[in-house]
């Protein structure tokens, strides 16, 4: 039955609301697999990493590449979903990286400098079998790592491999050994168990950095483990031959120049591979980047002999090497049983680009939630005594319409934790304490409406007006003034959150967030449920409201009634402004 003429459909306005609440918790109960808000750093914990810049020259960076690399790594970290990141710069060359929970950001940091390189030849990475016991003598430059006569070598680069290859224990303390003719004539090092090195020195990978790259790829000592030592960067030249290792160091590639590389790639995305399982990576270019990839492709796929592989190499790993079967004129694919996690970094990598320096890891460490649970213990209980005092303050002055508080106060809740779970989700919102204040305040102001609205209310019935017609003369002034404060509120979190960073960003988030839930269960919600109450009889009685007594007690309805109305009940004909 529709509601008289005048009056509020208030079953629209609670069918639309309890829409509104089944759509946020049916989202929270029927997608993703938790239920519970996503917290920050200083709630749960988390990982902080410090990194240090490291140029060729060994001198500071330049600032404005130290803040490059900052604002990149902050914004892959944010790429991810992990918000309440706190990347900054300390001192003139090193970064800190604090994200909550377990998150890889370790991967995040690093330089990403994208190659796409044509195989050339590929290797074992690990030696097969025990080198020859003379430290002296260089392996052979054979191909796949087959053996073959001994290398002509310069003398000054046995000091390298003698190094890199570790003899056997069976050569006698003191021996030497005899150079057969048309050796080279350098005396070959007396060896001894003792004195057998154990792995190469920072003077040895320098020395192998500079070996050209088809003597490295042929040197079978130099394995994968070895090459792991070069210093970050080594293989960053574009118009060189170079050598690198797939992730798990059994293969070792010999790669041609690089064809195209990460500042061409316009985008990237990531989804699952149907094929091969797994996910992959979707990768497509910008400006000269498509027509080189084009060509790349064409030249992979013609080659004789066939050298159909092309090598995706991220820093100093090959991260796939696809074989082409045909010329790719669209976007490029990187597969390699990535999991989830794995493609998402490697894709946010990518879009965001590769840091103008390199880093090395100084310190990694966990930080601990304790001190945070602490102070969120005692801010939840500075919290609900707040919401105590508000309850019984209601009570006490509005009666029913305090129940309609609370009531309010609950719905709202209710509708904000759904809505941090959600948003954990979807955008990586994390909970942190400065977060919960912003919610804390946001109490006040969900309070400040609904005292706007019953002061209205109670101007009505001043005015000598029943509480059912008071209700939507109030409503109507009541609600100008709400939404302009809410505006005021809403507009200052804005520039909270665009003009600050860190802590004071989800103190700004928490806050407009509130206040748009303020203007949903004022709306649809409060009003409505005072409509409806005040149609009761009840609603009108002094004992049960603060309304209707102060049209009783009012001075100036008195002497508009006259002696002769002393002890009557009956409505004033006339109205009476508050003295």
């Known amino acids: 039955m529709a509601a008289p003429s005048g009056q509020l459909r208030v079953g629209r306005y609670f069918i639309a609301l309890a829409a509104v609440i089944a759509l946020i918790y049916g989202l929270v109960f029927f997608t993703g697999s938790t239920r519970t808000p996503k917290l920050g750093l200083d709630l749960q914990g988390g990982t902080t990493l410090t990194l240090k810049a490291v140029t060729k020259d060994g001198k500071a960076p330049r600032k404005d590449s130290l803040n490059e690399a900052r604002i990149i790594i902050e914004r892959r970290v944010n790429g991810t979903g992990v918000a309440e990141a706190q990347v900054v710069t300390q001192g003139n060359d090193q970064i800190v990286v604090s994200v909550p929970g377990r998150e890889p950001i370790r991967q995040l940091t690093s330089t990403a400098q994208l190659r796409f390189r044509q195989v050339l030849q590929t290797g074992p990475g690990a030696v097969a079998a025990p080198p020859a016991a003379n430290p002296s003598s260089l392996p052979s430059p054979a191909r796949g790592g087959s053996s073959a006569t001994p290398a002509k070598t310069p003398a000054k680069k046995a000091v390298l491999t003698s190094a890199l290859i570790a003899p056997t224990a069976t050569a006698k303390p003191g021996a030497t050994s005899t150079p057969k003719p048309g050796a080279s004539a350098t005396p070959t090092p007396s060896v001894s168990p003792s004195a057998a090195p154990t792995g190469p020195t920072a003077a040895d990978i320098a020395q192998l950095v500079k070996l050209p790259a088809e003597t490295v790829f042929r040197l079978n000592q130099v394995t994968c483990a070895v090459l792991k030592l070069r210093p970050p960067g080594s293989i960053d030249e574009v118009n060189k031959t170079q050598v690198a290792c797939d992730e798990t160091g059994q293969t070792k590639y010999l790669l041609d120049k690089a064809r195209v590389v990460g500042t061409e790639v316009g985008n990237a995305d990531y989804q699952v591979d149907s094929q091969n399982g797994g996910w992959k990576v979707i990768l497509s270019f910008r400006g000269k980047g498509q027509g080189r990839w084009t060509q790349l492709t064409r030249d992979a796929v013609s080659a004789q002999p066939p050298k159909n592989e092309v090598a995706i190499v991220l820093d100093d790993v090959v991260v796939s090497a696809p074989r082409i079967e045909v010329e790719i004129a ?72 305090g129940l309609v508080t609370i009531a309010s106060l609950g719905l709202s809740a209710l509708v904000t934790y759904g809505l941090i779970v959600l948003l954990g989700r979807k955008i ?3 909970l942190t304490l400065a977060g919960i204040a912003g919610f804390i305040v946001a109490v006040g102001i969900t309070a400040d409406s609904f005292v706007v609205f019953f002061e209205r209310l109670k101007d009505e019935v001043k005015d000598g007006r029943s509480v059912r017609s008071a209700v939507p003369r109030a409503w109507v002034r009541a609600r100008r003034t709400i939404l302009s404060a809410d505006a005021v509120s809403f507009l200052a979190a804005a520039a909270l959150y665009v003009f600050t960073v860190g802590a004071v960003r989800g103190f700004a988030f928490t806050l407009g967030l509130s206040t748009l839930l303020d203007l949903l269960i004022v709306f649809l919600f409060t009003h409505p449920l005072v409509s409806l109450t005040a ?17 009783h007690r009012d001075p100036a309805l008195a002497a508009a009634a006259g002696a002769g109305t002393t002890g009557t009940r009956g409505r004033r004909s006339t109205p009476a402004k508050e003295s």
């Open 535 to 551: 149609r009761s009889r009840t609603f009108d009685s002094p004992r049960m409201t603060g309304l209707g007594n102060v049209r």
């Open 330 to 401: 669209g976007k490029a694919e990187i597969t390699g049983q990535f999991t989830q996690s794995q493609a998402k970094t490697l894709a946010n990598q990518l879009k965001y680009g590769a840091l103008p320096l390199t880093f090395q890891l100084l310190n990694q460490s966990t930080v601990s939630p304790t001190l945070g649970v602490d102070q969120l213990n005692g801010g939840l209980i500075a919290g609900g005594i707040g919401l105590i005092l508000v309850a019984v303050y209601s009570l006490l002055y509005y009666r029913i319409l």
């Open 428 to 430: 990586g919102f994390t």
